[in-house]
């Protein structure tokens, strides 16, 4: 018989932390919904979801976190575990893993937002199907998951290709840009609180022949030409509350022109399909941490999720 695995996992954003346990088969048993405020709060909250889950279920086989960053993932390093210096106040070097493990007893994981939510679109979206992808969000900032070989990527720490510098966009040469640390990079020029720092207004109120998104669409497909030549995915996964539909054809038609037609295997490149956006759902990410902790307990990827079980359906399980 198959032992039975109970799962825990966090989706731990800048504005919310979507917490859950689930089974073997990925189905919740229970979830929870905690806003992010101060880490005590936050992180009290989340731990106090954690016991009782404990009370109901019993001790978790393995537990995951998909946490906002820069973070710190390399396993010797002193720092191992927190998130490092993040513009969000209040929560820089947090310690995430010490303060789980004072309430978790089982093995813990630790991935960036973006490789879960890789995770999540590989089993339930636009990643089915596929061994190596990229998966970008462009909203409050731009974060670039990378899904290679089927297994979400990370060196000596998580890369950061959102803040990747690019050539100015015809047109764009006067907006200093608003990264913290770089100022003009992609991240400093393109996220949506770029946007409504270059023009005045959100991004949500710009018309669609506004030239905004002519200057979007040129940094986004420079990103997307970068990794090309660096990853050479099968897919570019786009979404973030800044890349509206009308975006993906104006990335395409940049992209195409920025590879210039160099190599037969990128002329070949259907557009259409390369420039995706997300399917798995506004939970990819929580998806994603559970299955990283399904991986930690059992060295496996439950690809089995895919099949038994929906995004919506899952959903409808939950006892929160
Ligand atoms: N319809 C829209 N058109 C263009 N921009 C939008 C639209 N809706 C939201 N945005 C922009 O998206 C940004 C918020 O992004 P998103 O909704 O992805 O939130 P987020 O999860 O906080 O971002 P992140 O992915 O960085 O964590 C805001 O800057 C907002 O102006
Ligand atoms: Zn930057």
């Not at 932390?17 to 048993?29: E, K, N, P, V, Y």
């Not at 995770?119 to 909203?139: A, H, I, K, M, N």
């Not at 510098?165 to 640390?181: E, N, Q, S, T």
Request: with cysteine.
């Amino acid at each position: 018989m198959t032992e039975p695995l109970l799962l825990g996992g966090i989706e731990a954003g800048g504005t919310k932390f979507l917490c859950a346990i689930a089974d073997r088969d990925g189905a919740l048993l229970m979830q929870t919904r905690i806003p992010t405020t101060t880490p005590a709060e936050t992180l009290g909250a989340a731990s106090a979801f954690f016991s009782d889950a404990a009370e109901k279920h019993g001790a978790l086989s393995a537990f995951s976190i998909g946490s906002f960053g820069p973070l710190s993932l390399n396993t010797v390093a002193a720092d191992y575990g927190c998130i490092t210096s993040t513009p969000k106040a209040g929560w820089q070097n947090v310690d995430l893993l010490t303060h789980f493990r004072r309430t978790i007893s089982g093995p813990i994981a630790l991935d960036t937002d973006v490789n879960c939510a890789a995770v999540g679109e590989r089993l339930f979206g636009s990643g089915q199907g596929l061994d190596t992808f990229c998966y970008v969000t462009v909203g409050t900032g731009i974060g670039v998951g990378l899904l290679i070989n089927g297994a979400p990527h990370g060196g000596a720490n998580h890369p950061e290709a959102g803040h990747i510098k690019l050539p100015r966009a015809p047109g764009d040469d006067r907006f200093a840009g608003i990264c913290p640390y770089h100022g003009d990079c992609l991240e400093g020029l393109a996220c949506g609180p770029a946007m409504q720092a270059r023009w005045g207004v959100p991004a949500e109120t710009l018309s669609s022949d506004h030239p905004a998104w002519a200057i979007e669409a040129d940094y986004l497909a420079g990103l997307c030409a970068t990794l090309t030549y660096t990853v050479r995915p099968d897919r570019i996964i786009i979404g973030g509350g800044v890349m509206q539909p009308q975006m993906y054809g104006r990335v395409r038609r940049a992209l195409t022109e920025k590879l210039a037609g160099y190599d037969a295997s990128m002329r070949a490149i259907d557009m259409d399909d390369y420039v995706a956006a997300p399917t798995a759902g506004s939970s990819a990410g929580l998806t994603g941490a559970l299955a990283l902790a399904y991986r930690t307990a059992t060295r496996q990827w439950p690809m089995h999720w895919a099949i038994t079980d929906t995004n919506s359906s899952r959903a409808e399980t939950v006892n929160a």
